[in-house]
């Protein structure tokens, strides 16, 4: 078997930050999956499994609400090795080009109060793993110290 795209990044030299992951087609039409990487790869711990669970429902929700991008997102989910989220979006983008939503939803999560979307038996098959106060701690410390002031070197793979 081949490898995948993912597997051939050098995850040793991998930083926080917003990336595209990869770029398909799909019935002619591109779109854009990216690597949202908020903890830097077998450096630090890997995000809580319950706030992972919390930032997704949040987020996802967020999305497919946004006024902007909601018709263009097609998936927000974390991934398995729980040091970040792909996010996938119909259309050919580049990682500069999604900050701002980054920075909107990232900093949506880090001050959402109230009832998680989402957090019930009827909608969700896991829905007591949830942990709003460390999603929110998660969600600001990537929008502090990640999105707020991101350098180039946070927006394109190591070589």
Not at 32 to 46: Q, S, V
Not at 58 to 86: E, S, V
Not at 88 to 96: R, Y
């Amino acid at each position: 078997m081949e490898k995948i795209a993912s597997f051939t990044i050098d995850h040793t030299k991998l930083k926080r930050g917003v990336y595209v992951s990869r770029q398909d087609k799909v019935a002619g039409n591109v779109i854009t999956t990216f690597d949202l990487r908020l903890k830097e790869p077998n450096n630090e711990p890997a995000l809580d499994g319950a706030a992972s669970h919390t930032i997704e429902h949040i987020g996802a929700t967020f999305l497919r609400n946004h006024k902007t991008w909601a018709d263009r997102t097609i998936y927000f989910g974390p991934m398995g090795c729980q040091t970040g989220f792909y996010l996938i979006l119909a259309g050919d983008w580049k990682a500069k080009d999604i900050v701002p939503l980054m920075q909107e939803m990232f900093a949506y999560v880090a001050q959402f109060t109230g009832t998680i979307p989402g957090e019930s038996a009827v909608e969700c098959g896991n829905f007591r793993f949830m942990d709003l106060i460390q999603a929110k701690e998660e969600a600001g410390k990537y929008f502090t110290e990640v999105l707020d002031n991101i350098a180039e070197k946070n927006l394109s793979y190591p070589s």
